[in-house]
């Protein structure tokens, strides 16, 4: 069964200390994964999209890295405004698009 | 700016008293999903679009349909909703199947928060 799972649920960070974000995942056929930024109450913000193992992408503070079990998201000095839940989700085998996604790791950036 | 767009953004219903939800689209996409994320919980998809071709989830109940009258729009209908049927539902939409790299990625829309009372 497909499946992703993140770690840790929930992180506290002062503002300027790194850290990364787990994304681990089971899947037959792995077609891309991808991070997403959520805020409370609104729909996930597409951040990167990762296709093969050893692929890196960056954007401002974020650092994604791909491995044939896990990915990361490394965040390097965040900011408050970094703080959101950050999804991980899988896109499997099969030609629908049907994305799986873990629980979320819900990102504190204090000042 | 092309996006997509949700209406309401908020909806509260009684128990068993149909609601639809609408989602729109100015990215002129061929792909269109409507998930349901319950609180503290994953975003899970019950069911998407491709053109016309509507494609359910397995699991997905009966009580929930939905309609594609053209490229823009898409509608959820929530037939007999239950409590359990609280949750912000997201619509989301993608150029394509996967395949073709920069086809799959999928947008999101701002969701809608529905209550059932």
């Known amino acids: 069964e497909d499946q992703v799972t993140q770690s840790p649920e929930a992180l506290r960070l002062q503002e300027g200390e790194s850290s990364s974000l787990n994304c681990s995942y089971t899947?037959?056929?792995?077609?891309?994964l991808f991070w997403y930024r959520q805020d409370p109450g609104k729909g996930p913000e597409f951040l990167f999209t990762?296709?093969?193992a050893g692929e890196e992408k960056e954007k401002e503070r974020l650092k994604a890295t791909l491995t044939k079990k896990e990915s990361f998201l490394h965040i390097t000095a965040p900011k408050p405004e970094d703080s959101a839940t950050y999804l991980c989700?899988?896109?499997?085998?099969?030609?629908?698009?049907?994305?799986?996604f873990g629980q979320g790791t819900t990102l504190q950036v204090k000042p | 700016d092309a996006m997509v767009i949700q209406n309401p953004r908020y909806q509260v219903t009684q128990f068993g008293k149909p609601v639809t939800l609408s989602c729109s689209q100015t990215?002129?996409?061929?792909?269109m999903y409507w998930y349901q994320q319950k609180s503290s919980q994953a975003p899970k998809l019950l069911f998407h679009?491709?053109?016309?071709?509507?494609?359910n989830e397995a699991d997905t109940p009966d009580n929930f349909q939905s309609r594609r009258p053209n490229t823009s729009f898409c509608f959820l209908d929530i037939r007999s909703p239950g409590l359990g049927d609280a949750a912000m539902y997201l619509c989301?939409?993608?150029?394509?199947?996967?395949?073709?790299?920069?086809?799959?990625?999928?947008?999101f829309g701002p969701g809608t928060r529905l209550t059932v009372l």
């Open positions: 899947v037959s056929g792995l077609r891309g």
């Open positions: 989301a939409t993608s150029r394509g199947y996967p395949g073709t790299v920069g086809y799959n990625e999928q947008f």
């Open positions: 679009y491709y053109d016309k071709d509507f494609n």
């Open positions: 990762l296709y093969s």
């Open positions: 989700a899988v896109q499997a085998g099969g030609n629908t698009g049907k994305l799986i």
């Open positions: 990215l002129n996409h061929n792909v």
